[in-house]
T-cell receptor, first 117, second 111 residues
């Protein structure tokens, strides 16, 4: 799981600023998943992306949140005009492309801890 | 929709003993995977073990084994010979591609 790289590890933003979280998947993986963990809770799915394509964004808040996974470069989770309630740990996972079968290996990055002050 | 229930907020075990962490699930999908993760105080999510819904045998990975009872919709994690380093939060999850997590069980291992 060390192969999924997230940065920054910690991010502090003032209310109203923008937060950009980056995720580089494991080598050979072209699917990326973002999850959010609020204090004292489990992870909640936000969005699932392939390169240049959003597969499932059913867990994304309707406003202020967006995600992309460009052809080149890391996946970005962007939060505009952050509020205190956005403070959480944001995790990224990646998986290989060839599983019309199931995802049997869901390795996570170390997470980005966003604090909104 | 899928749901995971972990009924034990906290568990205590002595070093070298075995411990079982409970997980029950609900899903309407015919095919799914069950996962366990460990989250130590440092915060990272460490993948422990996976069980496919059609796997005939219970999954094992070192000291971790998954007691999978499909009819009961349970996927309990068994940790044998607990170590102090096993103290952490443990999360059960279900999914096909995206995962649904439970609220977790805090395990404390005492000397």
């Amino acid at each position: 799981n060390a192969g999924v790289m997230q940065n920054p590890r910690h991010l502090v933003r003032r209310r109203g600023q923008e937060a950009r979280l980056r995720c580089s998947p494991m080598k050979g993986h072209s699917h990326v998943y973002w999850y959010r963990q609020l204090p004292e809770e489990g992870l909640k799915f936000m969005v699932y992306l392939q390169k240049e394509n959003i597969i499932d964004e059913s867990g994304m808040p309707k406003e202020r949140f967006s995600a992309e996974f460009p052809k080149e470069g890391p996946s970005i989770l962007r939060i505009q005009q952050v509020v205190r309630g956005d403070s959480a740990a944001y995790f990224c996972a990646s998986s290989p492309p060839l599983w019309a079968e199931m995802n049997t290996e869901a390795f996570f990055g170390q997470g980005t801890r966003l604090t909104v002050v | 929709a899928q749901k995971i229930t972990q009924t034990q907020p906290g568990m205590f075990v002595q070093e070298k003993e075995a411990v079982t962490l409970d997980c029950t699930y609900d899903t309407s999908d015919p095919s799914y995977g069950l996962f366990w993760y460990k989250q130590p105080s440092s915060g990272e999510m460490i993948f422990l073990i996976y069980q496919g819904s059609y796997d005939q045998q219970n999954a094992t990975e070192g000291r971790y084994s998954l007691n999978f009872q499909k009819a009961r919709k349970s996927a309990n994690l068994v940790i044998s010979a607990s170590q102090l380093g096993d103290s952490a939060m443990y999360f059960c999850a279900i999914g096909y591609s995206t995962l649904t997590f439970g609220k977790g069980t805090m395990l404390l291992v005492s000397p």
